[in-house]
């Protein structure tokens, strides 16, 4: 049996529930704060494998600490996130006709690229194009990757 970071797993499942919580805000305008989505989701997840692995796609509870942050940093940076968004949407790729859920995982990649600078640039866009292919096709990923690369070669040295 190999060993598993714990730690590393539940900050991507912190990943994976905050992409979530935010596509569902854009999906069903729900209006809650980062720290009622945080709450709202402990009481969900907390000791009920099967819901964990519903969300997270593991039964491990998301580091909730990160999830916090996540939520409360995309809210917090919103309008500076959605100019660096803006910037990488094209005629192809444009927000109206654009799934919210790819928006929902570029804006918590964003906010950790650039406001949040807790882990390399790598190892974030890493972390979101394994999440994009979750749930969506080659040029759904590679847009994700693309965009997000993109925008680390321009604000890297800034």
Known sequence: MSTINISLQKKTAARMVAVQ???QVAMLGDKLSAEEQVKRLKAQLKNNQAEQKLLTGSAIEP????LGKLLSGVAEW???IEKRLDEVLSA???KERTSKLIIAILECAIF???FYKDVKHKVIIDEYTRLARGFFADSEVDFVFAALSSLVQKYAAG
Request: hydrophobic content about 40%.
């Open 21 to 23: 919580s935010l596509y």
């Open 63 to 66: 580091d909730y600490a990160l």
């Open 78 to 80: 919103e309008k500076d």
């Open 92 to 94: 192809k790729w444009k």
């Open 112 to 114: 950790e690229l650039f």
